[in-house]
């Protein structure tokens, strides 16, 4: 038996390719949830598929200390979590998934490889192949930390109730896997359990989003992923050369990519003002 938990909050629209992989599971499976507020029928829909969910006000919500909570509840030694728009590849996902915690004991957490939806537009399948979460190689350690992700990852319970998640706006899991391996563990990006999982960001979403990872680097690592202006117009050239070069490219994505990727980089660029953090 294992534990599947998920956070949620209004995600009927896009939980059902995740409780239909669930299903065609072998593994046995203790169902949670804790739901923030869904006011669109995500509870009713979670208890159908049998978890057992608790409900929150959004005041209450925070990455770390939610999934925390959602681990306390749970009893059994491997823990799994989800997003609630992830959606696991193949009928034996969570036994790939927890394979290589039951193969080493210095592993406290496994990461899947993220790949892109198969629906998605060009330019979000290559920003999600862009990223070390879509390694086709297994990564341990220090390089799996760096991709380390809570999409779909599989965790000792006793890890989690050793060492919580931190309290972060954004990066719990990361920041979380850096800390084990300074502490002497290990973690891993497990590339045969494969998820689908990627976001189409609108020119002020992309803006947002990157500008937080930038905040997250910046604050928790000691590290400026955009420095200057001379790095913005680098990252900027290297994204757009390779969305040209990305086989996939269309006329029409190509049009929207300058504007997508400025606003990705110069989110990156003001993330990255302030006073640098731990390194």
Not at 35 to 47: A, I, K, P, V
Not at 222 to 236: E, F, H, T
Not at 250 to 260: T, V
Request: aromatic share 8%; with cysteine; proline share 6%.
């Amino acid at each position: 038996m294992i534990a599947v938990l998920i956070p949620t909050r209004n995600g009927a629209a896009q939980l059902p390719p995740l409780l239909a992989a669930l299903e065609r599971q072998s593994v046995p499976q203790d169902r949670i949830a804790i739901d923030t507020s869904s006011h669109d029928g995500t509870r009713e829909l979670l208890q159908r598929h049998r978890f057992r969910v608790t409900g929150i006000e959004p005041q209450e919500f925070g990455h770390g200390r939610t999934r925390q909570r959602l681990v306390e509840q749970a009893s059994s030694e491997f823990v799994v979590f989800f997003s609630q728009d992830a959606q696991p590849q193949g009928d034996d996902f969570l036994e790939r998934l927890i394979a290589p915690l039951r193969a080493d004991p210095r592993l406290a957490g496994v990461c899947a490889r993220v790949l892109p939806r198969v629906d998605d537009d060009p330019l979000t399948a290559r920003s999600v192949l862009a990223a070390p979460e879509s390694s086709a190689l297994a990564l341990e350690g220090s390089a799996a930390a760096a991709a380390f992700h809570n999409v779909a990852a599989a965790y000792r319970r006793s890890a989690l109730l050793r060492a919580p998640f931190p309290e972060l706006a954004f990066g719990e899991d990361q920041a979380w896997a850096r800390a084990r391996v300074g502490a002497g563990e290990s973690v891993r990006l497990e590339p045969a359990a494969v998820v689908r999982h990627s976001h189409r960001y609108g020119l002020r979403e992309a803006y947002q989003r990157f500008r937080i990872d930038a905040e997250f680097h910046r604050t928790q690592r000691g590290v400026r992923v955009r420095p200057d202006l001379w790095s913005v117009l680098r990252g900027l050239a290297y994204e757009l050369r390779a969305d040209w070069r990305f086989p996939q490219s269309s006329p029409g994505g190509l049009a929207r990519a300058p504007l997508l990727r400025a606003a990705q980089i110069w989110g990156q660029y003001r993330g990255s003002r302030g006073k640098l953090g731990a390194g």
